[in-house]
Structures are given as structure tokens and as C-alpha cells.
């Protein structure tokens, strides 16, 4: 068994849903030999989450950012404003919707389905770069 992990810095990204599998595969080149294993992801942040989801259809994107505004409303009446309106409202998408995933590894490649991609959600207005922790395992 062997065990790799890379950290991954994202450049600051709009608001919304993006998809990353690109950037993580090729944050990762021992992946191209690795038989069997699993990729576990995960984003540094309280304010930014991860998920898998459809990569095809560009709509998809934008009807999740209007799905999770409107269960994390900005202008519900929060006690913790001190950073800004939608800094709780990221907090608790973040806890919703979460900050890993894993994913299947075989044959050097990830076991995404057809129509599955990586997605991070940036859940600020002005987040930032993202850092994500990458961590490898297998034979």
C-alpha cells in the first residue's frame, strides 16, 4: 500500500459551483499507478465545500448555487455578521453540503461516474485561493 498526499491551491473563484477534477488529477501524477486505491479530498476552509456531482450540462452549476441560496438565505437574521452577510449563510452550506469526498481509484484513474465531476462550492462573494489536502492511498 502506498500513501500519497499533495496539498492543492486553487486560485480565488467566483461564487457558485466549479468543477475541479482537472486541477485535483493533475495535482496528483502517482495516480496514473495506482491499480486499486481512493482518493480523499478535502478543502481547508469553513466558508467553501466539496461534493460530486454532473459535469456535462452548464446549468447544473448554476441551478445548485440557486438551490443552496435559497436554503442558506443571506438575509435570514444571523448573530454572526462580524465578516459580512454571506459569511454565515457560507458557513452553513459548507456544513450541508461538506468539506471531502472520496473517490474510487482504478486502473490510474478515478472511478468518477459518466456524467460526475469534482465540484468545490465557493460559497463567499470575495473567498479567496482555496487550499485542498489530497491524500492518495493505494497499490
Known sequence: MHWH???L?????????HVITRPVVDALPELTAIRIGLLHAFVCHTSASLSINENA?????????????????EDFPYAHTLEGSDDMPAHVKAALIGTSVTIPVRNGGLLLGTWQGIYLGE?????G????VLTLQGE
Open 129 to 132: 485561493p482555496r487550499r485542498l
Open 57 to 73: 450540462d452548464p446549468d447544473v452549476p448554476r441551478d445548485l448555487a440557486m438551490a443552496v441560496d435559497r436554503i442558506a438565505r
Open 123 to 127: 460559497h463567499r462573494d470575495r473567498g
Open 9 to 17: 491551491r486553487l486560485p480565488p473563484l467566483p461564487r457558485g459551483f
Open 5 to 7: 498526499q499533495r496539498e
